[in-house]
């Protein structure tokens, strides 16, 4: 029904700004939640970001905030996640996730989820 496909990853120095696309194939994109999780190795997945479906109101964890913004254009149904000042311990592996009612924190209130795209912070 949704597949999502993140791109943009990859090399980045401290300080520095990347932006991941995640860009989805289906026609309900505007329905769903959309979100950004990220996992480390060895640690568990946790969610970074969520804009929901209707007023697209916009939730942070606390160790981005100020630092990312998420965003959607649903003409052409992607998803964002702008990412500034970052630090090494963003290093992680990226994964856009979409839930048919609302945002939530935890992984299991996700419908779908893209394949992930590594993002490495290091000088």
């Known amino acids: 029904q949704l597949q999502l496909v993140e791109s943009s990853g990859g090399l980045v120095q401290p300080g520095g700004s990347l932006r991941l696309s995640c860009a989805a194939s289906?026609?309900?994109?505007?329905?769903?939640?959309m979100a950004w999780f990220r996992q480390a190795p060895g640690k568990e997945r946790e969610g970074v970001a969520c804009?929901?479906?209707?007023?697209?109101?916009?939730y942070y964890v606390d160790s981005v905030q100020g630092r990312f913004t998420i965003s959607r254009d649903n003409a052409k149904n992607t998803v964002y996640l702008q990412m500034n000042s970052l630090k090494f311990e963003d290093t992680a592996v990226y994964y856009c996730?979409?839930?048919?009612?609302?945002?939530?924190?935890?992984?299991?209130?996700?419908?779908?989820w893209g394949q992930g795209t590594q993002v490495t912070v290091s000088s």
């Open positions: 289906g026609l309900t994109f505007a329905d769903y939640a």
């Open positions: 804009i929901s479906r209707v007023d697209g109101s916009t």
């Open positions: 996730a979409a839930a048919e009612v609302k945002c939530s924190w935890y992984p299991q209130g996700y419908d779908y």
